[in-house]
């Protein structure tokens, strides 16, 4: 089990940027692939990012590709979710989730793989 801890969101105008953190504590956070999740008001919570154990592999959903960049400092027991070019349907509670790691090249995607989850933090995008 990990616990898993979110910062750095806030209040952005559309275009601009914003940088979130998930902060992990325990050992074996190596151990774990991450993934970054959203839900805007009224509606499920839904995939946005994830990164393998090692960082090795990233993965983004299509709303966010090019704009997005996951990374990871096991050494730090961080995952970072860099945004750009921020839009209002951007706008959600970000969640990062824990997955323990499969096979080496895990990468989980389904909501229903991770097994630990963050707090949240608040992302909002102004006109």
């Known amino acids: 089990q990990v616990q898993l801890v979110e910062s750095g969101g806030g209040l952005v105008q559309a275009g601009g940027s914003l940088r979130l953190s998930c902060a992990a504590s325990g050992r074996t956070f190596s151990y774990y692939a991450i993934g970054w999740f959203r839900q805007a008001p009224g509606k499920e919570r839904e995939f946005v990012s994830s990164?393998?154990?090692?960082?090795?592999?990233?993965y983004y959903a299509d709303s966010v590709k090019g704009r997005f960049t996951i990374s990871r400092d096991n050494a730090k027991n961080t995952v970072i979710l860099q945004m750009s070019s921020l839009k209002t349907e951007d706008t959600a509670v970000y969640y990062c989730?824990?997955?323990?790691?499969?096979?080496?090249?895990?990468?989980?995607?389904?909501?229903?793989?991770?097994?630990?989850w963050g707090q949240g933090t608040q992302v909002t995008v102004s006109p």
């Open positions: 990164i393998i154990w090692s960082g090795g592999s990233t």
């Open positions: 989730a824990a997955a323990k790691a499969r096979t080496y090249n895990y990468i989980p995607k389904l909501l229903s793989e991770f097994a630990d």
